[in-house]
């Protein structure tokens, strides 16, 4: 870290905000604690007038325990950003205990790995080399079938532009699911009434009623994951997640034959969020299969919709993008300025100075990512060969910088071409696409290599209280819910480093009791206090920042 973000010598141990309420509502509402794995599903609405998703979708994060499931309210809870991580591990929630139980809502304050100091891969990121299996099933009610068993068997072909393919080529042989099979149509055992109710759909009871009558097909130690098609409606959407320890899609009778929309679904089974312009709908970037699923209209009889690649950003979080591939000014020296090949997302390079992502930092905290697309094979359906940049929020979702800001991010203000430059708001950051190349662009990149994070002191007006909270994003959030507190210094108290450089570690351990936070210094320090204070446990499983400490 650059000498200029030293700073006098701190013992940093205070408490923090509490999630959802103040400690006087704690006193008078004793929060509850559950257990049990951690699944989520995500839904996309499809309108059958337009023939296209909805703005609008849903993510439904639920605790799956021996007796039942509960589905979380996640409006307070503040650790998005390793929310996902904790996918399909079993997982101790704290939770308000106004929680309602004839809905199984709870309101969740706080969300941790049973096992202590848990760093195991999440279930996003395990078990990518396993065959799918296609169930069937059909409401006791309707007697149609959509598809034959080898119709939606043929769309998992290990050709283009068909999904065993799809998967294969795009993340570089990361995902490979060779092997899926079909089997069905089983008729389920009750009625569709019985399990949808309007836009209120029993997914948990569908996927364990049709597992079931797929019997010994259904093996979860040999199928990583299970596409569960119905010939009925399913309140609109097309769904997909973790769910029961396999990853699922629930696919309604519109979307058998929507190879990108399977896709799509399958995607978000893998850990993958939406991706769009920074505008009201999450799908309108034609940049990611994630996103606007319907850029490619190409079609293979019956199926329709050829899907686009993931973008750089979800490749990376796959594990599909061998570090060597990724250029950070976390690593690499650019403050004067330092010209790459950016490869086209498309296939891995194969020369020197050549990356796939561009992952770039800026003093201010923000987070971008850069990639370039071509017009080739799963892309010969997107906008343009062009340099295509994101921002990345909360280490979850990708929004296309689109300067115009006309609703539109894959116009030519989205697409970055030879003789344009972007430069970030906090202005640390410029990208200056040079040229043209045969397998992409050459790009000169302008950024700092030390990122320091700026730490922001708040005060809590009412309690006399502090916070310490990372980051310019972070401090509005609190600012914008929490109204007791107040910024009043004017800048940040100091600057701290993502990054293991030597530095001392600063670690964050949660009251139990309360749901409070507490920052302190160092291994030592941070074993003494779990040592000496029952309350207190560590769940993060890495230091939160990095400081340099100086002394007097």
């Keep these: 870290m650059h000498s200029k ?46 023939g296209k998703f909805e703005k609008d979708s849903k993510d439904d994060y639920i605790l799956n325990t021996d007796k039942k499931y509960f589905h979380l309210n996640l409006n307070d809870f503040k650790n998005l950003e390793y929310l996902d991580n904790l996918i399909g591990k079993n997982v101790e929630i704290v939770a308000s205990n106004d929680y309602k139980n004839e809905k199984n809502l709870i309101n969740v304050l ?12 999440n279930a996003f990121a395990s078990d990518t080399n396993k065959p799918w299996l296609n169930i069937l099933c059909k409401f006791s009610d309707i007697s149609s079938e959509p598809v034959d068993t080898t119709t939606a068997q043929n769309m998992f072909r290990n050709t283009f532009p068909f999904i065993e393919h799809y998967w294969k080529q795009t993340t570089f042989g990361r995902i490979d699911i060779s092997g899926t099979q079909t089997v069905g149509w089983f008729t389920l055992s009750h009625p569709r009434s019985y399990y949808v109710n309007g836009s209120d759909v029993n997914l948990s009871e569908l996927a364990t009623d049709c597992r079931t009558l797929a019997g010994s097909s259904f093996d979860p130690n040999k199928y990583t994951g299970t596409n569960l098609y119905f010939n009925g409606d399913l ?50 970037s034609p940049w990611d299969v994630m996103s606007n699923t319907y850029t490619n209209a190409g079609s293979v009889s019956p199926y329709k919709y050829i899907p686009q690649h993931t973008i750089a950003f979800h490749k990376y979080k796959l594990g599909a993008i061998k570090s060597k591939y990724i250029w950070s000014n976390l690593a690499y020296n650019s403050s004067s300025g330092v010209t790459v090949n950016l490869n086209r997302l498309e296939t891995e390079p194969s020369g020197q100075n050549s990356f796939l992502m561009l992952d770039l930092y800026s003093v201010g905290g923000e987070h971008y990512t850069v990639e370039a697309r071509d017009l080739i094979d799963y892309d010969e359906g997107i906008p343009a060969s062009a340099v295509i940049i994101h921002k990345i929020e909360d280490n979850r979702r990708a929004y296309v910088i689109d300067p115009d800001g006309n609703l539109n991010p894959g116009d030519a203000s989205a697409q970055w071409t030879p003789g344009e430059t972007y430069k970030n708001n906090d202005g640390d950051i410029k990208i200056e696409i040079i040229e043209k190349t045969a397998t992409g662009f050459n790009v000169k990149i302008t950024a700092p290599r030390t990122i320091p994070v700026p730490i922001y002191r708040l005060y809590n007006k009412r309690t006399g209280a502090q916070l310490y909270t990372r980051g ?8 914008n819910k929490f109204r007791d507190f107040e910024f009043t210094d004017g800048a940040p108290a100091f ?8 530095n001392t570690p600063i670690y964050r351990l949660y009251n139990k009791r309360t749901g409070a936070q507490l920052y302190t210094r160092g291994e030592a320090d941070k074993n003494k206090i779990l040592a000496k204070f029952s309350d207190f446990e560590f769940t993060d499983g890495a230091p939160v920042f990095y400081a340099k400490i100086t002394k007097f």
Excluded at 110 to 121: C, F, Y
Excluded at 245 to 263: D, F
Excluded at 274 to 281: K, N
């Design 5 to 50: 973000f030293k700073f006098k010598s701190f013992f940093l141990l205070l408490f923090v905000f509490q999630f959802t309420f103040s400690l006087n509502a704690i006193a008078q509402n004793e929060p509850k604690t559950l257990q049990g794995e951690l699944n989520v599903i995500y839904s996309d609405k499809f309108d059958s007038n337009t």
């Design 110 to 121: 706080q969300i941790k790995p049973l096992a202590k100091n848990d760093n195991s891969q």
């Design 235 to 284: 309140g609109g959407p097309a769904r997909g997640g973790y769910f029961g320890g396999v990853r699922t899609t629930w696919l309604p009778p519109w979307s058998h034959t929507y190879i990108s929309v399977v896709a799509h679904e399958m995607g978000h089974t893998y850990g993958l969020l939406h991706s769009s312009g920074m505008y009201v709908s999450e799908y309108d």
């Design 472 to 479: 310019e994003v972070d401090k509005n959030k609190i600012l």
């Design 495 to 502: 600057y701290a480093s993502l990054t293991d450089d030597g």
